[in-house]
């Protein structure tokens, strides 16, 4: 069963220990993550299948990071005490596995460290886990990435994952990290665009009008002017959610170093 899913951004600067005084500029942020850490300790997931941008990338295949640990740090950002470890399950791959082969979507399985059997877990995944942890650590992780397939094909993904969630006795959280356009403003790291505020805007009223096709459709014009790197995750989310009855609820949206920081929850209800 579904028992929590939730739209999180993933910039290492948002966590204290990265962005020390900084991190007042993200105050709507991390107040909304915060809030999100207790709807999760509530729905006390056994499993989360988490989609970040930053895992590996194929062209052709989905990967799933699958080791006996998965684990990691913020060392690359001056912050190696934040530091995360868990373990995988094998069971939810395999079935994962199946219905991705009945949707005729190709995945490979990967580990980091093939002699320690564990897959590194890169800040994608641990910027995210580091404020749900907060809150609830009594989970086992499943790390998924993305590929170059269409949005509607990334869909499809979910679907089969939604199907075995669905099907599932335990309870399942599906948390999409990404961040939405990276050129809001002059200076931005990506650069600037006007387009950037604009897939923002559109997306987020996508979003709470539920328009998933409108989402899947998007003009490729405008997603790659924005400079995004969250909608593929979120295509996969949208395609879990079909198997449920699903309502968007934004906690908060700001951007204030160019980079568009969504954080949305959804109530579930299993049917």
């Not at 080791?67 to 690359?76: D, F, I, R, S, V």
């Not at 990334?154 to 399942?172: D, L, M, P, Q, T």
């Not at 959280?173 to 990506?190: C, K, T, W, Y």
Request: proline share 5%; with cysteine; glycine share 8%.
């Amino acid at each position: 069963m579904l028992s929590f899913a939730a739209i999180m951004p993933h910039p290492p600067i948002i966590v204290p220990e990265v962005g020390g005084n900084e991190v007042k500029k993200t105050e709507k942020t991390i107040n909304a993550l915060l809030k999100l850490g207790l709807v999760f300790r509530e729905a006390m997931p056994e499993i989360v299948f988490l989609i970040s941008p930053h895992a590996l990338i194929l062209h052709d295949r989905i990967a799933l990071g699958f080791g006996k640990k998965l684990k990691g740090n913020l060392a690359m950002f001056s912050a190696p005490g934040v530091e995360l470890e868990f373990n995988n399950s094998k069971l939810f791959f395999e079935q994962i596995e199946k219905r991705a082969f009945e949707y005729r979507v190709p995945l490979e399985f990967y580990q980091s460290n093939q002699k320690e059997a564990e897959v590194e877990l890169d800040h994608g995944a641990l910027v995210p886990l580091y404020y749900l942890t907060k809150a609830y650590t009594k989970f086992d992780l499943a790390l998924s990435s993305f590929s170059d397939f269409s949005l509607a094909k990334h869909f499809e993904y979910g679907r089969a994952v939604g199907e075995v969630v669905k099907a599932s006795s335990r309870r399942i959280g599906v948390v999409a990290s990404g961040d939405l356009s990276h050129r809001l403003i002059p200076g931005a790291p990506a650069g600037y665009s006007p387009q950037g505020k604009r897939f923002d805007e559109k997306l987020i009223k996508l979003l709470e009008e539920k328009d998933t096709q409108g989402i899947l459709n998007l003009d490729s014009n405008l997603v790659s002017e924005a400079g995004e790197c969250g909608l593929r995750s979120i295509a996969i989310l949208l395609g879990v959610l079909s198997h449920f009855n699903w309502e968007p609820e934004i906690l908060s949206y700001e951007g204030p170093w160019g980079v568009g920081y969504l954080v949305m929850k959804f109530l579930i209800s299993n049917f």
